[in-house]
């Protein structure tokens, strides 16, 4: 990372329920906000399902981990667009602690890598206008508005060049 922290990032998975429950806490009600377009108290036992069984080809979850403490930092995952398969949903969180260093543009690396390995021409993603960190992260590495979105969000798409 920037600080010189020793991050690793790896495909989520079943096994990793407790990390990625104590990484749900880490995210605070803004960053949830940001992440979820709307209040995000908690985490329903369907929903944590959801996010931990994954197949790694339709739905990638990638987990970044401080490798000298174990513990979860942030999560990035891509979704197929069921109708368009070249297109796939995004999102990224990063811990409150731990936002700023570098892990939220490291996990959109890996994850625009896995994406284009798994057959996917281009993330989209439905930020909120206010984001200005999230939109300078897509903005910087070629993304661009799209039509979509609805009040106060905006749609881009990030072309990922094979
Ligand atoms: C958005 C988020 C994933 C970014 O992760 P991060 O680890 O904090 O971001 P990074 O440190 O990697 O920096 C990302 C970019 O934001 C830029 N940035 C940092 N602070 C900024 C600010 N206040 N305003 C504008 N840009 C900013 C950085 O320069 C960097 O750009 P670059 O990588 O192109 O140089 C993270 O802040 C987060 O989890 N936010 C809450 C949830 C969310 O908004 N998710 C996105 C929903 S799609």
Redesign the pocket.
């Given at each position: 990372m920037r600080d010189g922290a020793l991050v690793v990032i790896r495909p989520l998975d079943p096994t990793d329920r407790e990390a990625y429950l104590d990484l749900f806490d880490g995210i605070g009600p803004e960053?949830r906000y940001?992440?979820f377009l709307g209040p995000k108290r908690q985490l329903t036992a369907a929903e944590v399902r959801y996010f931990l069984e994954v197949d790694h080809h339709d739905h990638e979850a990638l987990v970044a981990i401080d490798v000298s403490t174990g513990t979860g930092l942030?999560v990035a995952r891509f979704v197929r667009d069921r109708m368009d398969p070249g297109v796939a949903d995004s999102?990224?969180?990063?811990v409150d602690a731990?936002?700023?260093?570098?892990?939220?543009?490291a996990l959109l690396a890996r994850l625009a890598e896995r994406a284009r390995e798994e057959g996917v021409d281009r993330l989209s993603?439905?930020?909120l206008q206010e984001?200005?960190?999230?939109v300078?992260?897509l903005l910087?590495?070629g993304g661009r508005p799209a039509p979509g979105g609805g009040a106060g969000v905006r749609h881009f798409e990030l072309p990922l060049n094979s």
């Open positions: 960053s940001r992440r942030g999102a990224i969180t990063v731990a936002q700023g260093r570098g892990v939220g543009g993603a439905d930020v984001n200005r960190r999230m300078a992260m910087h590495r």
